[in-house]
């Protein structure tokens, strides 16, 4: 199992819906989870963070099920402006401080 | 502040070439990241720097050398091109201290023919 898996998408979505993307993780000691937005052709930028069991920051939500080791993020009354990939993001196991990243879930908003 | 900022922003290399990318951060971060992002896959570590004269191996460094020459700047080298070196190359600082997140620079895009 990879450490991180994520659905690639597409996902077209019609702007003003809900749109939720799931990531699964293999290191169930995680305790650091994070969800990062990258523009095409641009760096990655932190869009949010999960600690304990969600997190929610306006029209973003970060979910966390730690039993079925899953995080999900839930976007709402969506943007032009959301298209982007979201990358799910946890720290890497190798004890440096490091980071692992997932290959990305692309977000289509329509008009 | 800049953040964190590289140069060049776009490099074709013959193979065998070699070349330094720049990293610089202006935000007095402990530590520093190189990564390499091809299509369809996530970000892959190089090396990275947890603190000003010390680094590291990741997950692909085979082929790259680093240099943490200060706090502030974090240089890769490639001393001789592969084809399969071709991607867009990230470096990314962080306080490193009791926390994860890290800022990424806006990428070098290199070609390796």
């Known amino acids: 199992r990879k450490e991180v898996e994520q659905d690639p998408g597409p996902f077209n979505v019609p702007e003003g819906a809900t749109v939720a993307f799931n990531c699964t993780y293999s290191?169930?000691?995680?305790?650091?989870f994070f969800w990062y937005r990258q523009d095409c052709r641009k760096e990655p930028k932190l869009l949010m963070s999960?600690?304990?069991s969600g997190n929610e920051d306006g029209r973003f939500t970060a979910q966390l099920n730690r039993a079925s080791q899953y995080i999900s993020l839930l976007i709402r009354d969506s943007k032009l402006s959301d298209s982007a990939t979201y990358l799910c993001?946890?720290?890497?196991?190798?004890?440096?401080?490091?980071?692992?990243f997932g290959s990305g879930t692309r977000l289509q908003v329509q008009p | 502040n800049a953040g964190v900022t590289q140069t060049p922003k776009f490099q074709v290399l013959k193979t065998g070439q070699s070349m330094t990318l720049q990293c610089a951060q202006d935000?007095?971060?402990?530590?520093m990241y190189w990564y390499r992002q091809d299509p369809g896959m996530g970000l892959r570590l190089i090396y990275y720097?947890?603190?000003?004269?010390?680094?590291d191996k990741g997950e692909v460094p085979n082929g790259y050398n680093v240099s943490r020459l200060n706090k502030r700047e974090f240089s890769l080298r490639l001393e001789s091109a592969a084809p399969s070196q071709t991607s867009v190359y990230f470096c990314?600082?962080?306080?490193?201290?009791?926390?994860?997140?890290?800022?990424f620079g806006p990428g070098t895009r290199l070609t390796v023919t």
């Open positions: 993001v946890l720290p890497s196991d190798t004890g440096r401080r490091a980071l692992t």
């Open positions: 935000m007095n971060h402990n530590s």
């Open positions: 720097s947890a603190s000003e004269g010390t680094t």
């Open positions: 999960v600690y304990s």
């Open positions: 290191n169930s000691a995680s305790q650091s």
């Open positions: 990314a600082s962080s306080p490193g201290t009791r926390t994860y997140e890290q800022y």
